[in-house]
């Protein structure tokens, strides 16, 4: 039994004319007849009763109508699938992402990616805001890991979860007995933060200056890690994802901090799909959410 043997049959049975399903099926009408007939041979029975005027289904045919139509839409299924599968089986995405997320988010996940997608390369590429934007919008990088909303002509946005943003004090800050602070409470401490260009930098001076103050800024780094490290030592505060909290390390607090969050998700260019390997990635990040670790 060969597929185009049921496409011709399904073909009589739409048009009940013999001439029609041929035409429809650009075969010419004996060749048609010649496959059908077939088809009757090899199921030992007639699916058609034949008149001068029309063409009929015979019970056995309208049985089988039901069990044709449901294989070639089995068969289009799996050549679907394995379409998306070829696309998938071998490739390479190219990730960017903000230093403030790559290190807490992406390692397990980025795990379990390969394990499911062994033969996708993924390749991390920690940068600023700006230069990962304009890394997506140069074509350098596939989808970039970044903390919304990005307002820039030319990008699509898939926002994944809303993160609290909390107050990292030395653990014997007179502060650390309080769960939770307000931007009040840091106003005469001095802030150790990220290197300007980083949005988390950014942020946590806008949030200062809409509650009325300029904050110290007594220290910057590029690396979130050493901020922490910083204030481990005892030199100032700062303002970090809840992500990067470190429970293990007990020179360090964290504490709350009222009204404030940063929203996390991935923007990619717009206008046109993405590939298959780059829409796994981003669908596969998008379903872990905040947590896992």
Do not use: W
């Not at 049985?63 to 070829?86: I, N, P, Q, S, T």
């Not at 390692?107 to 600023?128: M, N, Q, Y």
């Not at 910083?230 to 293990?248: L, W």
């Amino acid at each position: 039994m060969e597929l185009h043997q049921l496409r011709y049959f399904l073909a009589v049975a739409r048009t009940r004319n013999f001439s029609r399903a041929a035409e429809q099926c650009h075969v010419a009408q004996p060749s048609l007849s010649q496959q059908i007939k077939k088809l009757e041979e090899e199921l030992d029975e007639r699916l058609f009763e034949r008149t001068k005027r029309e063409v009929a289904l015979t019970p056995a045919g309208e049985v089988f109508r039901g069990h044709a139509e449901r294989a070639l839409e089995e068969v289009e299924a799996a050549r679907e699938k394995v379409r998306e599968v070829r696309g998938l089986v071998r490739g390479r995405v190219v990730l960017g992402a903000l230093p403030t997320v790559a290190p807490y988010f992406l390692p397990a996940r980025l795990r379990a990616f390969a394990e499911k997608f062994p033969g996708i390369e993924v390749v991390v590429h920690e940068d600023t805001t700006n230069r990962l934007v304009a890394a997506v919008l140069g074509k350098e990088v596939d989808l970039a890991l970044l903390s919304l909303p990005v307002e820039r002509a030319g990008l699509q946005a898939r926002e994944f979860f809303d993160e609290p943003l909390l107050v990292a004090l030395p653990a014997r800050h007179r502060l650390a007995a309080k769960r939770r602070l307000t931007l009040d409470d840091l106003e005469q401490e001095p802030f150790i933060l990220m290197q300007e260009g980083h949005c988390l930098a950014g942020q946590a001076l806008q949030f200062c200056r809409l509650n009325g103050f300029a904050p110290q800024v007594s220290f910057r780094s590029a690396q979130l890690e050493t901020v922490l490290a910083f204030v481990a030592e005892g030199r100032g505060v700062s303002i970090i994802p809840a992500m990067a909290r470190r429970d293990r390390d007990k020179a360090v607090v964290c504490r709350a901090l009222a009204g404030m969050t940063r929203s996390v998700g991935v923007v990619h260019r717009s206008g046109r799909p993405l590939a298959g390997t780059a829409q796994a990635l981003l669908d596969f990040l998008a379903a872990s959410g905040p947590g896992a670790r």
